[in-house]
């Protein structure tokens, strides 16, 4: 498995959290029920830090679509600039809860 990781590195080109990750995975002296456990919990943190946050950002353009019908031009500058930072808040926890998927399965193919 450390050749495994080597390659990894190698193909990454340089320590990401990834391979960093990896390395801790596949490095410690450790059964493999325990690591895939901690594959398990760790993928199911980032899963659900990622869903809350793409939550909140929903509700925060939600909340600013709201305020925007019901008052159109008050505030109108500060709620159209809410909504971008809403949807550039969805779209990065889209990418990390993609990312987090990603890394679950290649996790589980290393172990298994």
């Not at 760790?42 to 830090?49: C, P, T, V």
Request: overall charge positive; some cysteine; glycine content about 2%.
């Amino acid at each position: 498995m450390a050749t495994l990781y080597t390659w990894i590195k190698a193909e990454a080109g340089r320590k990401t959290p990834f391979t960093l990750f990896l390395q801790t995975m596949l490095t410690r002296k450790t059964q493999s029920c325990d690591r895939t456990h901690r594959v398990r919990s760790f993928a199911m943190q980032a899963l659900s830090i990622a869903a809350a946050g793409m939550t909140t950002a929903q509700n925060r353009f939600d909340n600013s679509a709201r305020r925007t019908a019901t008052a159109p031009l008050d505030n109108l500058a500060e709620e159209t600039v809410e909504r971008i930072q809403a949807k550039t808040a969805f779209s990065a926890n889209a990418a990390v809860l993609r990312t987090a998927d990603d890394m679950t399965g290649t996790l589980l193919d290393i172990l298994s």
